[in-house]
């Protein structure tokens, strides 16, 4: 299997692609204005194929993830989880 483009929710996609290409040495593949959201890529130099999606944290889909990958974890840590207390006598 092979991983084409991975994605990321960011708040700021402006910063996010100069911190990307200024910092982090990607480049830009791509920058696709869709009006109310972008949809800007980077890549590492050399990897040609695999890249990743800056996605604009706003987008209605963002919400969606992040409250489904919320519930997700609050039943993963408290399925688990033991929780440790004071005797009430003590």
């Known amino acids: ?6 994605s990321i929710f960011v708040e ?3 910063n ?3 911190f990307c290409t200024d910092i982090l040495g990607f ?3 791509n920058d696709i ?6 949809w800007p890529k980077v890549s590492t130099a050399g990897s040609g194929e695999t890249g990743l999606l800056l996605k604009p944290n706003a987008h209605p889909a963002a919400k969606t993830i992040r409250t489904r990958s ?7 840590l408290f399925s688990t989880a033991s929780i440790f207390t004071k005797n009430i006598g003590d």
């Open 33 to 38: 204005d869709l009006g109310e959201f972008r």
């Open 27 to 29: 480049w830009k593949v």
């Open 12 to 14: 700021d996609q402006s």
């Open 1 to 6: 299997m092979d991983v084409k483009t991975a």
């Open 70 to 76: 919320m519930r997700m974890a609050y039943r993963q």
């Open 16 to 18: 996010a692609l100069t």
